[in-house]
Each structure stands twice: as C-alpha cells, then as structure tokens.
C-alpha cells in the first residue's frame, strides 16, 4: 500500500541546535514533494519545494533534501528558535496526478 | 490566510441535517481542494477542482459532494451530516505547475 510516514512523536531540541525531520514514503513515484509548517488552529503554510531530479534545496535556515533510492527526505532547521516551534507535514505529488498527499506531521518544540 | 477564505469558521449541527461549507479564493487559481484534518490521519483530500464545473473525487468522498459554479468559489456539501464527519475541513488552491499550495484558515465542524 502506499504511505507516507513522518515520526509521529514530538521532537524536542533546544534553541540553537539543528532539527531534523524525516520523511519516507512507500510505493509513490513523487515528482516532487513539499514541506509545510502547520500552527495550531491555523491553516498549513507551504515552506519549500524540492523535485525528483534535485538532491537539495535551501532557502534561509531552511534545507531539504531528497533521495529517490532510500525514498526519504529530509528537513533541517538550522540554528533553531523557539518559533520555529509547530508542526511540519510533508507532501508529495505523485507522477501523474495534480493532488498531494500529506504525511501526518511531526511536531517540533524548540526550547530556549 | 491572504486570497483565500472558508466560512464559517466553527460550526455545530446536528446528525442528519445538511451542511455546506464555503471557500473563496481572490487568486484566479485553476485549482482548489477541500481536505479534512483530523488525529492521527492528517489531511487527506475529499475532493477537487480543476476548473469551473469540473471536479473529482479525493480519497475520503463518501459523504460529501461539491460544486464550482464560478472560478473563485466551491462549496462543499454534507447532504447528511454524520458523527464520523466531524472534523477540521482545509480548502486550499494552487496554481497549475509546481507550486506549493494555499491553505485557508478552516472550519472546525462539530456533527452531535
């Protein structure tokens, strides 16, 4: 079956350090996929975007990467704040189709 | 969230009656999308348009149905609300090509 999977637990790191997330999906050929960061009660705000043929993306403290053969991407904050604190969801668009699909979110608490 | 609206915000009804949901878009975008939200299952897509009187099912359709009678509306309809539908509905929109998609501010229905 296909799946995307974010770690459903919160991660916790303190002001400074660098956050990382995961995402890996399973039986998807992504033409590309996205990161949003959701706040509570509000609507998710798109972040970046990085595509099947691009191994990196950076945009400010901001970077992604993606690997097509461990079908994995990954999302790093750099120099972490407490409002980077939120949860942050990955999408992907499936080859084919105009419609993502979104992994759960994993939420992120930065502490000062 | 600019260029996009949901009304209402909250709701509370009762199981059985009808209930419509709205989703304005300034953009001029093709695309818009009403998704749900809710623990443990992320957003998932219940239906889409790609242009005026032109939409599509989504993965969680059952129960719903829509309409996009002019390019910056498209309402979606519970023609009997269920328990099971409680949840926060999401529209979003985008434009056609990679783009990242615009999440309104959602509408948090609660089905009693």
């Known amino acids: 079956s296909q799946k995307i999977e974010q770690n459903s637990e919160a991660l916790n790191i303190q002001e400074g350090k660098t956050a990382t997330l995961t995402c890996n999906y399973t039986?998807?050929?992504?033409?590309?996929l996205q990161w949003y960061r959701q706040d509570p009660g509000r609507g998710p705000v798109f972040l970046l975007l990085i595509r099947e043929n691009e191994k990196e993306k950076r945009k400010e403290r901001l970077k992604v990467t993606f690997d097509t053969t461990l079908k994995q991407s990954l999302f790093h904050i750099t120099a972490s704040q407490p409002a980077d604190s939120a949860t942050y969801l990955c999408?992907?668009?499936?080859?084919?189709?105009?419609?993502?699909?979104f992994g759960t979110g994993t939420r992120l608490l930065v502490s000062p | 969230d600019a260029g996009i609206t949901q009304s209402p915000r909250h709701k509370v009804t009762e199981t059985g009656t009808p209930v419509t949901l709205r989703c304005h878009q300034t953009e001029n975008h093709r695309y818009m999308y009403w998704y749900r939200q809710d623990p443990g299952h992320g957003l998932r897509l219940i239906h889409y348009s790609y242009g005026v009187k032109d939409t599509d099912k989504g993965e969680v359709s059952d129960g719903y149905s829509v309409s996009r009678s002019k390019t910056e509306d498209f309402l979606l309809t519970l023609e009997s609300a269920t328990s099971s539908q409680t949840s926060v509905y999401f529209c979003?929109?985008?434009?056609?090509?990679?783009?990242?998609?615009?999440f309104g501010s959602g509408t948090r229905l609660t089905v009693v």
């Open positions: 999408a992907l668009l499936n080859t084919g189709f105009q419609k993502l699909v």
């Open positions: 979003a929109i985008s434009e056609e090509g990679d783009y990242g998609y615009t």
């Open positions: 039986n998807y050929s992504p033409a590309y």
